[in-house]
């Protein structure tokens, strides 16, 4: 990959935000305190997971993988931008960048699907949920969502780096990802553009169709509680979910879903900072904030049921 891109060719420059100075030390800032809150919160989600034999249930299971994701897909770009808000990478990191976080974000994707499921089990089928939802079936489920998302970004990546760069090496992004790279190809980067869509199509919204379909079915069953202090319990659980699911999925279907003769450099860096930075360090407020009674999550359906 390294001759076909030129033999003096040693790696990328990250222009990041260099066409707005003024911003770089608010940013700085900003996504140092978001850092520090993400690794704080996930980690207690993680820690009180395995701790509390009240969180050792499914739900609990699925979300202590989803503060490892958090904070594995966080560091994987944000310490770096600490240090160089603008900077360069050498072409090895650029190509471990690239691997792990887009394979860190596509077993978010698939993992958000798998929680929705989750959740209509203990609401729709509480007297069978501990029969469906056992550990077998759920370190199955976990396994697959990793074992999918990295498969998918060994294939994203091989395609992206087996293109010509031709000495470009200016990247106008903050980190190594697909649509900027694509940018500095010196051939038709076609292929690849409708690979990467119809793969964001596959990992993107085939978990949305599966939440909508799943929480559909739970709106049904919830309305028919006659008590409205149920149907709140079971809101609020289910409704952190959603929020997380609106966060992630509205953003990275923007910016991978769009045609590239509509892609903005400038909104992709933001809208890539809001999921690599923003969804993170929220995910742990919202789970903890919208979920009162999140110390017994698994058996509230069965409990209103």
Not at 64 to 70: A, C, E, Y
Not at 112 to 121: I, N, T, W
Not at 178 to 193: F, H
Not at 239 to 263: C, D, E, K, M, R
Request: hydrophobic share 45%; proline share 5%; net charge positive.
């Amino acid at each position: 990959m390294e001759q076909k891109n030129g033999s003096s060719f040693t790696g990328f420059i990250l222009l990041g935000f260099s066409d707005r100075p003024q911003l770089e030390l608010v940013l700085f800032v900003v996504l140092l305190i978001f850092y520090l809150f993400t690794l704080l919160g996930n980690t207690t989600i993680i820690a009180l997971s395995h701790l509390d034999p009240h969180l050792q249930t499914p739900m609990y299971f699925f979300l202590s993988n989803l503060s490892f994701l958090d904070l594995c897909y966080t560091t994987s770009t944000v310490p770096q931008l600490l240090v160089h808000l603008r900077g360069s990478i050498s072409f090895g990191g650029c190509v471990a960048q690239l691997f792990i976080s887009l394979g860190l974000g596509c077993t978010e994707c698939i993992l958000l699907g798998v929680m929705a499921l989750d959740r209509y089990a203990a609401i729709c089928r509480p007297l069978h949920y501990t029969v469906v939802m056992h550990p077998r079936l759920c370190a199955l489920m976990a396994s697959a969502s990793w074992v999918i998302g990295f498969a998918n970004s060994l294939l994203q990546t091989v395609l992206t780096f087996l293109l010509p760069f031709c000495g470009r090496n200016k990247i106008d992004h903050f980190f190594c990802e697909v649509p900027p790279l694509l940018k500095l190809a010196c051939v038709d980067p076609t292929v690849n553009e409708s690979v990467l869509f119809f793969v964001g199509v596959m990992i993107l919204l085939v978990p949305v169709a599966l939440i909508t379909v799943s929480y559909g079915r739970i709106v049904r069953a919830v309305l028919r509680i006659k008590s409205s202090a149920g149907q709140r319990k079971v809101f609020g659980t289910c409704g952190s979910h959603i929020t997380v699911v609106s966060l992630f999925y509205g953003t990275a279907i923007y910016a991978y879903l769009q045609p590239s003769n509509n892609y903005s450099q400038d909104q992709g860096k933001f809208i890539s900072l809001f999921y690599t930075v923003v969804t993170p360090m929220v995910n742990p407020v919202i789970y903890t904030l919208r979920n009162k009674d999140s110390m017994i999550p698994d058996d509230l359906g069965g409990k209103i049921l």
